[in-house]
C-alpha cells in the first residue's frame, strides 16, 4: 500500500512538471513580438512628436520620477525635424533614490504585465542624438531591453557613462548577437545625483534601430 502511495504522488509529481515546462514553452512562444516594419532601413523610436513612425512612449519613469520634467516637442535647436525631447533633472532626490530614469515602451506604461513589443530582429544597431545644457551633464547608462515580468525583453544592450557635450553627437548601441526577438523597452536612459549634484539638462533626437 506504502510503494503504491509513493507511485502516485510520483506520478502526480510527474504530471505537475510536465504541464509547467508545457507552460514555459506556450510562453516562449509568446514572447515573440509583432515584426518590426522598418522603412529605408529604420525603425523609429522617436522623431519629431507625433511622429508616425514612433513606435515606443516615454511612459516608464524610474527613481526620482518627480525629479524630472520632460518637454516632448522642444523647438530650440533640434538636431533634425521641428522638435527634439527635453529632459530637465533637478537632483533633488524627491522619492529617495538618489536617481532617475526613462524607458521608452510599447504599449506605454507596460513593465512586463501586458504584451506588447516587437520583433526587431533585423537591427543591427541603435542609434540616437544627444547632447546637453552645460556640457558637464554625465548620463550613467544609455540602453535598451532590460524590462521583466511575465512578457519581459528577450534580451538587453546599452552603453555608458556617457559623457554630453553642447553640441549633438550621434551614439550607437551595438545590437550584434543581441536577441531582438521580443522588445518592449525600445529605449532608456538613466542618471544618479553623484553625477550630476546640482541637476542637468538632456536633449535626445533621432532615436531608431537601424538595420
Not at 512562444?29 to 514612433?54: A, H, S
Not at 524607458?103 to 542609434?127: C, H, I, M, R, V
Amino acid at each position: 500500500m506504502q510503494k503504491i502511495k509513493i507511485l502516485l504522488v510520483m506520478l502526480i509529481a510527474s504530471l505537475i512538471l510536465s504541464v509547467n515546462v508545457q507552460a514555459q514553452d506556450d510562453n516562449y512562444e509568446e514572447l515573440i513580438g509583432r515584426p518590426g516594419k522598418f522603412v529605408d532601413g529604420v525603425f523609429g523610436v522617436y522623431f519629431d512628436r507625433g511622429n508616425r513612425q514612433n513606435h515606443f512612449c516615454p511612459s516608464g519613469w524610474m527613481g526620482d520620477f518627480g525629479d524630472v520634467k520632460m518637454n516632448e516637442k522642444w523647438t530650440d535647436n533640434p538636431h533634425s525635424g521641428k522638435s527634439c525631447i527635453k529632459f530637465t533633472y533637478t537632483g533633488k532626490g524627491k522619492q529617495g533614490a538618489n536617481w532617475c530614469g526613462v524607458f521608452w515602451q510599447n504599449p506605454p506604461n507596460n513593465w512586463g504585465e501586458k504584451k506588447g513589443g516587437f520583433d526587431l530582429s533585423e537591427a543591427t544597431k541603435l542609434t540616437f542624438w544627444a547632447r546637453g545644457e552645460t556640457g558637464k551633464e554625465r548620463i550613467q547608462e544609455f540602453k535598451m531591453g532590460g524590462i521583466g515580468g511575465t512578457y519581459s525583453d528577450s534580451d538587453s544592450a546599452g552603453i555608458g557613462p556617457v559623457d554630453l557635450t553642447t553640441e549633438w553627437q550621434q551614439y550607437t548601441i551595438d545590437l550584434t548577437d543581441v536577441d531582438l526577438t521580443y522588445v518592449n523597452g525600445g529605449f532608456c536612459w538613466s542618471t544618479n545625483i553623484d553625477a550630476n549634484p546640482e541637476g542637468c539638462v538632456l536633449y535626445l533626437d533621432d532615436i531608431q534601430y537601424e538595420q
